[in-house]
């Protein structure tokens, strides 16, 4: 009891005698809830569209529309799936009657007379679940929002720490390598001295080269600069030079739209989670990545030839999955898509699926 709370559920009371509802509201009074009367189905519906409701306690005889055909229309509602509905009967039901009322949603059933404390411990209990419900879909939301946030500055960080390689300490080691080829070829020096700043600069050559590598897979520049498809072009072209593996490409259409930089990013780094997963642990020798724009959908599928996944990471277990698809499965749901991983037979079969109502593209202005 406690009349104050101010986390207060709504609970709708339904039935066309004022009477009933006037007592069911005295019975009910000490849960401290937020009581709604009704006095008829099309009264309930016109509430339910409008409040968040934790419990429909409600009549099984009305006129003209009945607590069952009640009850089957608010479970047609997708947002109403999940409410309580409690019948309340004046006439004994049949095992009949109540498959029949559980079939159409309710969650139980009070015969009349009312006893009041029976009553009040069944509202209280679903009232209670519903609030408990309800804070767990707030914390998972902060979650969400907390993850996508940590995802976000993940990639801002790969790009700064992508520029500062190759603006910073890029440009020292071509300048370190410059001096030792001026060395290598001034005229005065000895030959010891040539031959040393020789090597000296292929070393740095080497370590240049490798700082542009891990600069551009840190954050390609190519992703900001021209787009996703010649960001996944040149990605794919060092992989299969690197590794050995066959990887082929599929981008639809042929002049592959822009993409906002947060979806461009999110496709990116999901292809590239994949092919680092197939090179890791699959085998294979093959792979083959398909990137299609749909007019419904915008798909991703990445396929190896490789041995194919356990159960356990296509269930997406907390003990079958690592951080990698960790990562790709929550991108993915930041977007309102769909990730799946099966077996390929032979292999292993990635699918990303984002509806084309939630891709965010680049503006573009016109031009005259």
């Not at 600069?215 to 787009?227: A, T």
């Not at 030079?241 to 639809?252: A, C, F, L, N, P």
């Not at 780094?269 to 398909?290: C, F, P």
């Not at 799946?340 to 699918?351: D, R």
Request: charged share 25%.
């Amino acid at each position: 009891m406690n009349p104050e709370r101010k986390d207060k559920v709504n609970i709708l009371m339904v039935d066309d005698q004022p009477a009933k509802l006037l007592s069911y509201e005295a019975i009910l009074a000490d849960l401290g809830e937020n009581l709604i009367k009704a006095n008829s189905g099309r009264e309930a519906m016109e509430v339910l569209l409008k409040n968040d409701v934790a419990v429909v306690l409600m009549d099984v005889s009305m006129p003209e529309l009945d607590g069952f055909e009640l009850a089957d229309i608010i479970r047609q509602h997708p947002r109403f799936e999940k409410t309580a509905i409690i019948f309340i009967s004046a006439v004994h039901l049949t095992d009949i009657d109540r498959l029949k009322g559980y079939q159409r949603g309710a969650v139980d059933y009070i015969s009349v007379p009312v006893v009041p404390e029976l009553l009040r411990a069944k509202v209280s209990v679903f009232a209670e679940l519903h609030r408990k419900n309800r804070a767990l879909e707030i914390l998972n939301f902060e979650l969400r929002c907390l993850s996508g946030r940590l995802i976000a500055a993940q990639d801002d960080e790969r790009r700064r720490l992508a520029r500062e390689m190759h603006d910073g300490f890029g440009q020292d080691l071509i300048a370190t390598k410059m001096a030792l080829d001026r060395i290598a070829m001034a005229n005065d020096c000895p030959t010891w001295s040539k031959e040393t700043a020789t090597n000296a600069s292929e070393l740095i050559g080497g370590v240049i080269q490798q700082v542009r590598s891990m600069s551009h897979l840190l954050h390609p520049p190519l992703l900001d600069e021209v787009g996703l498809k010649s960001a996944l072009e040149w990605y794919v072209d060092g992989l299969t030079k690197r590794s050995g593996m066959e990887v082929s490409t599929d981008i639809q259409p042929g002049d592959f739209p822009r993409l906002a930089a947060e979806m461009e990013t999110t496709i990116f780094r999901i292809i590239q989670e994949a092919l680092t997963n197939v090179l890791r642990h699959s085998g294979a020798n093959k792979v083959t990545v398909s990137l299609i724009d749909g007019p419904n959908r915008l798909t991703v599928a990445v396929r190896d030839n490789g041995k194919g996944i356990s159960d356990k990471v296509m269930e997406f277990r907390p003990d079958g999955v690592g951080i990698g698809i960790g990562g790709m499965r929550q991108r993915v749901k930041e977007f309102g898509g769909e990730l799946k991983i099966t077996n390929a037979h032979p292999g292993t079969l990635v699918e990303v699926s984002i509806p084309s109502n939630l891709i965010f593209r680049k503006e573009t202005t016109a031009t005259a």
